[in-house]
């Protein structure tokens, strides 16, 4: 199925899934195997934050409401709690469960993502960075995606910031302002920093990072987004790698801040998908017992006790053709051929 897909035509695909064949294939492939959706940001065009949002982490408002009844049709949407009590021994997960997971604490998955939730009447979970609460501006990566969208950072800012992050000699990527791939360069190089070097580098750029709108959840939200039917899962605090910061301060400190505005869950997602056995073995250790990756692939269904989940997530250019619409049989030929998980 995989390789088909990179030769069938648009139409075919298109025949194929209005047919029922990719759904009849679907229903027996991935009977007892749980989907767990990965989310970032969900943003209305019409929102000033759209424009400087980064196109692979954020969906428009109106593509995140079509793909709804697409799970709907396909899929048994279910509860973070029914997942807990289902690997605890309770009743067992419906076939083709689906799992819809946010990730960060983004204030609009609260502003545009949760009215639609509601209407569906689908739960879903956000996993929330502790630092990201009551705060406006986003992490650092999200603010130099923003500020180079915006204009306020430009290419010879960007080389400064390359020149700071690294040894000497190497010369800055290219950097069009309609393409990311050179700043996604810079912050890749940044990443490898620790953070107070990193810190450093950032404040030849600062001027260019200040933004005053808020992007990050709010208290209240958190309590909206729980009594929506949303549950609220840990990111780690900081949002750094676990494997790179004191993972066992981290994961207590975010545990007790989420309790401390709503009912938490004991799950967490790691912050950049990045873990070890040691972050397994301190989650589990701070009370989270379903911990999801952002690899991507399907687990069992059937899975019980503690865990370590594969999530799939995708781009508006995943699922939609050539014209920006959404295209049902993109995003099924995208989630039904996923790898099953080995264990």
Known sequence: MSALRDVLSPAVKRSLYASGALDAWHRRRNRDRLTVVMFHRVIARSDPRWPVSDPEYTLPEDLFASTLPFFRR??????????????AGGAALPERPALLTFDDGWSDN????????RRAGMPGVMFVAGAAVGRDAPFWQEQLVHAWRAGRLDA???????RAAGPAGEPPPPAGRDELGGLRAAIARLERLEAG???????????????????????AQLRALADGGVALGAH????????????????????????????????LSFPHGRHDARVIALAHAAGFSLLFTSVPELPSARGRGPGVLGRVGFTSGTICDAAGRFAPERLALH???KPHAAA
């Open 335 to 337: 989630l039904f051929r």
């Open 156 to 162: 010879a800012g960007l080389a400064r910031l390359w």
């Open 197 to 219: 070097p990193r810190e450093a580098a950032l404040a030849t750029v600062e001027g260019a990072l200040r933004d005053p709108t808020r992007h990050m959840v709010t208290p």
């Open 74 to 87: 396909h899929y048994h949407v279910v509860s973070l709690e029914q997942v807990l009590d289902a690997r």
């Open 236 to 267: 780690g605090f900081s949002h750094e790698p676990l494997v790179r910061v004191d993972a066992a301060a981290e994961l207590a400190r975010v545990r007790d801040l989420l309790a401390s505005h709503a009912p938490a869950a004991p799950a």
């Open 110 to 117: 609260e502003e545009f993502a949760l009215p639609h939730l």
